[in-house]
Nanobody, 124 residues
Framework: EVKLVESGGGSVQAGGSLRLSCAVSGLNFDHYSFGWFRQAPGKEREFVSC????????YYANFVKGRFTISTDNTKNTVYLQMNSLKPEDTAVYYC?????????????????WGQGTQVTVST
């Protein structure tokens, strides 16, 4: 059974930082690319960032460039999202996802597996 389990969410003041983790099991970590998406109340789910080992590259939505960093630890089968300089508009449920397309993937329908999400709340 494939599982993606996010952790690390919480409440923080604007300007603060959080690091989200996504523990992955049940699939060959090296054969997947990974992404983070978020969904704010009343809004559609949106792409945040993705990472591809095969391309040795990562990609970010414009609204997080320079503030968020995606990474993986292949020894721990874990995907991370380091979030700095958080803003109230970053408040959302953040989801980790895995795609069998090993290239960089920005569209949600190209992801095969999803975590349950972790809440991030940024206050002023």
């Amino acid at each position: 059974e494939v599982k993606l389990v996010e952790s690390g969410g919480g409440s923080v003041q604007a300007g603060g930082s959080l690091r989200l983790s996504c523990a992955v099991s049940g699939l060959n970590f090296d054969h997947y690319s990974f992404g983070w998406f978020r969904q704010a109340p009343g809004k559609e789910r949106e792409f945040v960032s993705c990472i591809s080992k095969s391309e040795n590259n990562s990609y970010y939505a414009n609204f997080v460039k320079g503030r968020f960093t995606i990474s993986t630890d292949n020894t721990k089968n874990t995907v991370y999202l380091q979030m700095n300089s958080l803003k109230p508009e970053d408040t959302a449920v953040y989801y980790c996802a895995a795609s069998s397309y090993t290239i960089l993937v920005v569209t949600s329908d190209m992801y095969d597996f999803w975590g349950q999400g972790t809440q991030v709340t940024v206050s002023t």
